[in-house]
């Protein structure tokens, strides 16, 4: 292949694929900012009706790519991943025409959004889990879908016609919330807690690192309860 068909290549390259994904990325920052606002609004109208000062409600912003939301004995983090995703060509979405026929609608943003307990992350006790509960995927024309537990397995599918709006926007972060709160703290098995070392015990008043973490999404079929 001689050199100037390979620069023309490049170029089309260039000016297509990697400005399609700056011009992705860019639009994501201005979706999270939205999300950011959202959220806030949504602690605020629950802040005004729950009158118990126990309960926590409110956020910690950390920075552009990044929100706390603490919310009674939950955190969640909702994170702008800051690179452009192609959807795999094995994902079904690929049979959707809107996708078939045209590919550049393949390239996503993706916001993250994972639970921990708010006691983890107020006494750092940095060995504790948190689960990832959801994933919003968005393309250029703001057409998404979300993967994760609960409702967000099948409550935002509709990448051929859905579009990402207020709205949406208010639905995610609401069964984000209920998502969350739906899910217990079990207690550990109690062959995890029989053995502790000398250090362990002297430290239990300060700082024990006993891992915690909630089960999610493996409710038994009698526990089941729809959220949303």
Same mark, same amino acid.
């Given at each position: 292949?001689? /050199?100037?068909?390979?620069?023309?290549?490049?170029?089309?390259?260039?000016?297509?694929?990697?400005?399609?994904?700056?011009?992705?990325?860019?639009? *994501?920052?201005?979706?999270? +900012?939205?999300?950011?606002?959202?959220?806030?609004?949504? /602690?605020?109208?629950?802040?005004? +009706?729950?009158?118990?000062?126990? %309960?926590?409600?409110?956020?910690?912003?950390?920075?552009?790519?990044?929100? &706390?939301?603490?919310?009674?004995?939950?955190?969640?983090?909702?994170?702008?991943?800051?690179?452009?995703?192609? #959807?795999?060509?094995?994902?079904?979405?690929?049979?959707?025409?809107?996708?078939?026929?045209?590919?550049?609608?393949?390239?996503?943003?993706?916001? &993250?959004? &994972?639970?921990?307990?708010?006691?983890?992350?107020?006494?750092?006790?940095?060995?504790? #889990? *948190? &689960?990832?509960?959801?994933?919003?995927?968005?393309?250029?024309?703001?057409?998404?879908?979300?993967? *994760?537990?609960?409702?967000?397995?099948?409550?935002?599918?509709?990448?051929?016609?859905?579009?990402?709006?207020?709205?949406? /926007?208010?639905?995610?972060?609401?069964?984000?919330?209920?998502?969350? %709160?739906?899910?217990?703290?079990? /207690?550990?098995?109690?062959?995890?807690?029989?053995?502790?070392?000398?250090?362990?015990?002297?430290?239990?008043?300060?700082?024990?690192?006993?891992?915690? *973490? +909630?089960?999610?999404?493996?409710?038994?079929?009698?526990?089941?309860?729809?959220?949303?």
């Amino acid at each position: 292949m001689a /050199i100037h068909e390979n620069r023309k290549i490049l170029f089309e390259l260039l000016t297509q694929k990697a400005a399609l994904k700056q011009d992705i990325a860019a639009d *994501g920052l201005a979706l999270f +900012k939205e999300f950011k606002s959202i959220i806030s609004e949504e /602690i605020d109208s629950l802040a005004k +009706k729950v009158k118990d000062p126990r %309960i926590r409600l409110y956020t910690e912003v950390k920075g552009d790519f990044e929100i &706390y939301v603490y919310i009674g004995s939950d955190v969640l983090v909702f994170h702008l991943h800051n690179n452009v995703f192609y #959807l795999p060509e094995t994902d079904g979405f690929w049979n959707v025409p809107y996708l078939k026929n045209d590919p550049s609608k393949g390239y996503f943003n993706s916001i &993250y959004v &994972y639970n921990f307990l708010a006691e983890s992350m107020i006494q750092n006790r940095v060995e504790d #889990l *948190g &689960y990832l509960i959801a994933r919003i995927c968005t393309n250029q024309d703001r057409h998404f879908f979300t993967e *994760g537990k609960g409702a967000f397995q099948f409550q935002f599918r509709d990448l051929q016609t859905a579009t990402l709006k207020k709205k949406e /926007i208010q639905l995610i972060v609401q069964t984000a919330f209920a998502q969350a %709160i739906d899910f217990d703290l079990l /207690i550990p098995p109690f062959e995890m807690m029989e053995e502790l070392m000398v250090g362990q015990i002297l430290q239990i008043s300060e700082d024990l690192q006993l891992k915690t *973490g +909630k089960r999610l999404g493996f409710k038994r079929k009698e526990e089941e309860d729809e959220i949303f």
